[in-house]
């Protein structure tokens, strides 16, 4: 029988990770924090598609967050790279929202939606033109991102 952890569990272990983590950087020691959460994830059996109540998975935080060997991770445990958070925000919008290119890149590889839609019209491509990320507008353009307006009219693009 497997034993699958709430993602409430899960965030309030990956709080305390951080509190530990914190304690020892400031004590001048390091901590292999990804390989430690890497063991939990195997001996705790984590849903990786378990979400908080506003449906964002580890996923949808991690890829926020940029740490890319835990996106691979969370994937390779089977989570889904085009769930949708509250928002209709999927992992491939929070990576693109903060310019993490090389999680961009793994996410489309596994199959992520490039022109998913949010409750407003925009894409991840809006939401990584707005802030001014043009590594990830190129990607996303290379993988056949659409460029299309979103509920107020408005089309992604960079100032240079």
Same mark, same amino acid.
């Given at each position: 029988? #497997?034993?699958?952890?709430?993602?409430? &569990?899960?965030?309030?272990?990956?709080?305390?990770?951080?509190?530990?983590?914190?304690?020892? *950087?400031s004590?001048?020691? &390091?901590?292999? &924090?990804?390989? /430690?959460?890497?063991?939990?994830?195997?001996?705790?059996?984590?849903?990786?598609?378990?979400?908080? #109540?506003?449906?964002?998975?580890? =996923?949808?935080?991690?890829?926020?967050?940029?740490?890319?060997?835990? %996106?691979?991770?969370?994937?390779?445990?089977?989570?889904? %790279?085009?769930?949708?958070d509250?928002?209709?925000?999927g992992p491939?919008?929070?990576?693109?929202?903060?310019?993490?290119? #090389?999680?961009?890149?793994?996410?489309?590889?596994?199959?992520? %939606? @490039?022109?998913?839609?949010?409750?407003?019209? *925009?894409?991840?491509?809006? %939401?990584?033109?707005?802030?001014?990320?043009? =590594?990830?507008?190129?990607?996303?353009?290379?993988?056949?991102? #659409?460029?299309?307006?979103? @509920?107020?009219? /408005?089309?992604?693009?960079v100032?240079?």
């Amino acid at each position: 029988m #497997e034993l699958l952890v709430p993602m409430a &569990t899960l965030m309030s272990y990956g709080q305390r990770l951080q509190e530990i983590h914190k304690e020892l *950087a400031s004590a001048g020691r &390091t901590w292999g &924090t990804l390989k /430690t959460i890497k063991q939990s994830l195997l001996v705790a059996s984590v849903d990786s598609n378990s979400s908080d #109540e506003h449906f964002l998975t580890p =996923l949808h935080v991690a890829c926020a967050e940029g740490n890319f060997e835990m %996106v691979r991770l969370i994937v390779s445990h089977g989570s889904s %790279v085009n769930r949708l958070d509250v928002h209709g925000h999927g992992p491939l919008w929070h990576a693109a929202q903060q310019g993490h290119g #090389e999680i961009i890149q793994f996410l489309i590889q596994e199959g992520a %939606v @490039v022109n998913s839609i949010d409750q407003f019209g *925009a894409t991840p491509l809006h %939401v990584a033109a707005e802030n001014g990320h043009c =590594l990830v507008v190129k990607h996303l353009l290379q993988a056949d991102a #659409e460029i299309i307006k979103d @509920v107020y009219g /408005t089309v992604p693009h960079v100032n240079l």
